[in-house]
Each structure stands twice: as C-alpha cells, then as structure tokens.
C-alpha cells in the first residue's frame, strides 16, 4: 500500500502562482511514477504532470500547462513538488497526486486532492 497526501492548494489571482506538495508513505519502492491530475467542475479528470519517482527524471506536461508548471522530486521528503507560475483562470481545478507501481502499470494509488481557485 502507498499513501499520498497533498498540500498546497489555495486562492491566487491570475498570473500568480502556486506550489503543490505530494509526500508518499508505505511501499513507496514499487512505485514507478508520480503523476498530477485534475478534475475541473463539469469536466472530467485530466492529466497534467508525471515524473519518475526513483530519480525525478523524465518529466512529462500537458501541453495546457507546458512552460509554467515544473514538477521536480525532493528525495529527502519523499515527497513531489509541482510548481504552478503564470496560473490562468482555467488552471482552476481539484489537483489529485497519484502513483503508478511497477506491479500495476497504472496509476494506482491516490491522493485526497486539494483545491487551486485561480481569480481572474
């Protein structure tokens, strides 16, 4: 089992920006990916972010947030950072972390989510 939990979300006006946490616990070593997603009202879940997990390497973006958002792994917190400059008002969304395993292939573990409200 792996736990996330994320923290960081808020209120910002547009053109601002915002850093979201992801710290993972339990069995973080079969974990291959962490990604980000985000699930706007009336819309469905979509992806955003990924990065390796073992090294931080091989980031992947959606190409809505290519350019602004950075997703990076700090190693001594276990944890995934996705750093969001240059917000825009559809940027505003419920922001999920979630953990692809070897064993799965998928995305498998979640977290609770936390809400980015981006005022125009």
């Known amino acids: 089992q792996v736990q996330l939990v994320e923290s960081g979300g808020g209120l910002v006006q547009a053109g601002g920006s915002l850093r979201l946490s992801c710290a993972a616990s339990?069995?973080?070593?079969?974990?291959?990916?962490m990604g980000w997603f985000r699930q706007a009202p009336g819309k469905e879940r979509e992806f955003v972010a990924a990065?390796?997990?073992?090294?931080?390497?091989?980031?992947a973006y959606a190409d809505s947030v290519l350019g602004r958002f950075a997703v990076t792994r700090d190693n001594a917190k276990n944890t995934v950072i996705l750093q969001m400059n240059s917000l825009i008002a559809e940027d505003t969304a419920v922001y999920y972390c979630?953990?692809?395993?070897?064993?799965?292939?998928?995305?498998?573990?979640w977290g609770q989510g936390t809400q980015v409200t981006v005022s125009s």
């Open positions: 979630a953990a692809k395993t070897y064993i799965a292939g998928r995305y498998e573990y």
């Open positions: 339990g069995r973080t070593e079969n974990m291959y990916r």
């Open positions: 990065v390796r997990w073992s090294d931080g390497s091989a980031p």
